[in-house]
Structures are given as C-alpha cells and as structure tokens.
C-alpha cells in the first residue's frame, strides 16, 4: 500500500498545474464519484469521503487493474498536500 501512495505522489504530484487539478477533484463536493486521470494513476471517488487509487493499465483494449488502495478523503489530501510542500509547490484550500 504504502509503496503505491509513494508512487503515486512522485508521478502525479510533480507540477503545479498536476497538483492543483487533483486536490480540487478531491475537494469538490460538485464531483460525488467518479474518476479522475492522471498521467500514470487514476483517481476513483466512491463517494465525497472515499478514494480508490489504481495504477491502470490497458491489454489487448482491456481495462486491467493490478493494484489499487482504499483511502480516506483526509488522508488523501494531508499524503497530497505534505508531498506538494516538499516540492514548493503552492497549498490549496478547501472550498
């Protein structure tokens, strides 16, 4: 799990511009599921508390998925916005 989250923030949250339009999926309250795609990763809202992030991988034109993890909205965007401080990127707030 772990090793998926770590590379997930690498990958995804390596811009401003990348960052900024994850945490405001995240955030919205508008989007009650649904996924959101990242260059490497998806991000898959279950409801506006619930997170499924996958690696996705398509073979032969179909949708494969390896591995995934469940995470809490919270944890989501404290893993997200830690990592994005590191990279001196600018903070985004909640609506």
């Not at 996924?35 to 398509?58: A, G, P, Q, S």
């Not at 909205?73 to 707030?93: P, S």
Request: proline letters at 0%; aromatic letters at 14%.
């Amino acid at each position: 799990m772990q090793e998926l989250i770590q590379s997930f923030l690498e990958d995804e949250i390596s811009d401003q511009e990348f960052y900024d339009g994850i945490i405001d999926f995240i955030y919205s309250f508008n989007i009650r599921c649904g996924e959101y795609e990242c260059n490497r990763f998806v991000i898959k809202k279950m409801d506006h508390l619930n997170f499924i992030i996958f690696d996705e991988y398509v073979i032969d034109g179909k949708r494969e998925i390896h591995n995934s993890v469940s995470i809490h909205k919270n944890k989501l965007i404290n893993l997200v916005n830690e990592y994005a401080k590191e990279q001196g990127f600018v903070l985004r707030n909640s609506y």
